[in-house]
């Protein structure tokens, strides 16, 4: 493992991958910003240090409150709604100079990860780097079918070396399964379904726990499969209803997408999940760019999900560790938020526009990035 010291000697070769992750994009995305269950742990969970206790079931809330986002005032709740569809999937049309001014304050408190990158090394050194990586958005474009985001060429070497520096993960809400197969490299953790599914490296790597002979394999809502299935059918038939919309069974996640949906449809789409909802008080629903999901309602997300493998890894009370995430989406925020109660590491969004975030850096679709190697 490359820790503290190490980083002296390589120092060279550990800032050449990390500006690799930087600045790629500008290769392989023109429009996208670089940018227990009540058991306990899966009997196949072995870890060199013992990870954090999973969440003990679903979260018990009444399901007056859980419905309450969705049914007070009828009509009046669908169109709240709507409009949260909206806030969280901006069209951006606004002036020029409108944009320029509100970019340039944004801009001056997440300053650019690239125009930053000799102080984020200096800060780094002599600690042990850690990278979590979103896909979606961030190792991929964005596009209109969720089953064509493919990795790039470069951008599977790019990780592929990063991982060689640094214990890297690919932390998504899509399906662990699915975003294997187009990252293809067996090297890295992956924690899918917004980390309610986590599983170490399959080949031979030195941030493995080779010595336990297993992996790390952790699924804190497997009660949930059946049910998440049932929604997943149902919400199917009902998108057959909206065209453009497309339904994705991400395995303890099933996310609605109308990113291809008119917006006149979105209010009868919002209705459509509803009625579906309202019949399984134990699961919520969240919000990302163009995308509903509904998940269970356990207290688990990317953050827990990023201090549970820095558990695994051996990091967490350790001083010397800088975690560093790269995300785009909403439900990032909660690993932004993570490292930043930490006091370690940093968090970077990727994104064209403003938007509220923790995050402490951030990439846009910079014309001064290079490649680096």
Same mark, same amino acid.
């Given at each position: 493992?490359?820790?503290?010291?190490?980083?002296?000697?390589?120092?060279?070769?550990?800032?050449?991958?990390?500006?690799?992750?930087?600045?790629?994009?500008?290769?392989?995305?023109?429009?996208? =910003?670089?940018?227990?269950?009540?058991?306990?742990?899966? #009997?196949?969970?072995?870890?060199?240090?013992? &990870?954090? %206790?999973?969440?003990? @079931?679903?979260?018990?809330?009444?399901?007056?409150?859980?419905?309450?986002?969705?049914?007070?005032?009828?009509?009046?709740? *669908?169109?709240?709604?709507?409009?949260?569809?909206?806030?969280?999937? !901006?069209?951006h049309a606004k002036s020029t100079s409108s944009l320029a001014e509100e970019h340039s304050s944004w801009i001056l408190r997440h300053p650019s990860a690239l125009d930053m990158f000799e102080q984020i090394m200096d800060a780094s050194r002599g600690k042990q780097i850690v990278m979590f990586l979103d896909y979606d958005g961030t190792l991929s474009p964005i596009v209109d079918d969720p089953d064509r985001a493919f990795m790039s060429d470069s951008m599977r070497k790019? $990780?592929?070396?990063?991982?060689?520096?640094?214990?890297?993960?690919?932390?998504?809400? #899509?399906?662990?399964?699915?975003?294997?197969?187009?990252?293809?490299? %067996?090297?890295?953790? /992956?924690?899918?379904?917004?980390?309610?599914?986590?599983? @170490?490296?399959?080949?031979?790597?030195? /941030?493995?726990?080779?010595?336990?002979?297993?992996? =790390?394999?952790?699924?804190?809502?497997?009660?949930?499969? &059946?049910?998440?299935?049932?929604?997943?059918?149902?919400? $199917?038939? +009902?998108?057959?209803?909206?065209?453009? %919309?497309?339904?994705?069974?991400?395995?303890?996640? %099933?996310? $609605?997408?109308?990113?291809?949906?008119?917006?006149?449809?979105?209010?009868?789409?919002?209705?459509?999940?509803?009625? $579906?909802?309202?019949?399984? &008080?134990?699961?919520?629903?969240?919000?990302?760019? +163009?995308?509903?999901?509904?998940? &269970?309602?356990?207290?688990?997300?990317?953050?827990?999900?990023?201090?549970?493998?820095?558990?695994?890894?051996?990091?967490?009370?350790?001083?010397?560790?800088?975690?560093? /995430?790269?995300?785009?989406?909403?439900?990032?925020?909660?690993?932004?938020?993570?490292? #930043?109660?930490?006091?370690?590491?940093?968090?970077?969004?990727?994104?064209?526009? !403003?938007?509220?975030?923790?995050?402490?850096?951030?990439?846009?679709? !910079?014309?001064?990035?290079? *490649?680096?190697?």
């Open positions: 493992m490359v820790c503290g010291g190490d980083l002296k000697d390589i120092g060279v070769e550990v800032e050449a991958k990390l500006g690799i992750i930087l600045s790629a994009h500008k290769m392989t995305q023109q429009n996208v =910003v670089l940018s227990k269950t009540k058991s306990g742990i899966n #009997r196949d969970l072995t870890v060199a240090q013992k &990870p954090p %206790a999973a969440p003990g @079931g679903y979260i018990p809330i009444p399901r007056r409150r859980v419905l309450k986002n969705l049914e007070i005032n009828g009509g009046q709740r *669908i169109n709240a709604w709507v409009d949260s569809m909206r806030a969280s999937s !901006p069209t790019t $990780v592929r070396k990063l991982a060689r520096c640094f214990p890297t993960a690919i932390v998504t809400g #899509r399906c662990r399964d699915k975003v294997y197969n187009f990252v293809r490299l %067996a090297e890295l953790y /992956y924690a899918g379904s917004h980390g309610m599914d986590i599983q @170490g490296p399959t080949r031979d790597s030195k /941030y493995s726990n080779k010595d336990k002979g297993e992996p =790390v394999l952790f699924q804190p809502a497997s009660e949930f499969l &059946p049910m998440i299935d049932e929604v997943y059918n149902q919400l $199917v038939e +009902k998108m057959k209803l909206i065209p453009g %919309a497309r339904v994705e069974n991400n395995k303890f996640c %099933a996310s $609605v997408h109308f990113r291809c949906v008119d917006e006149k449809k979105w209010s009868e789409l919002a209705q459509e999940v509803r009625s $579906v909802l309202k019949e399984y &008080p134990k699961l919520r629903l969240n919000q990302g760019r +163009k995308v509903l999901e509904i998940r &269970p309602s356990i207290k688990w997300d990317k953050g827990k999900a990023l201090e549970f493998l820095l558990e695994s890894l051996g990091f967490a009370n350790c001083n010397d560790v800088f975690p560093v /995430y790269i995300g785009d989406d909403k439900t990032d925020e909660d690993a932004f938020k993570k490292l #930043r109660d930490r006091g370690q590491g940093f968090g970077i969004l990727v994104s064209k526009f !403003p938007k509220d975030t923790t995050a402490s850096y951030s990439l846009q679709e !910079p014309n001064e990035a290079s *490649i680096i190697d």
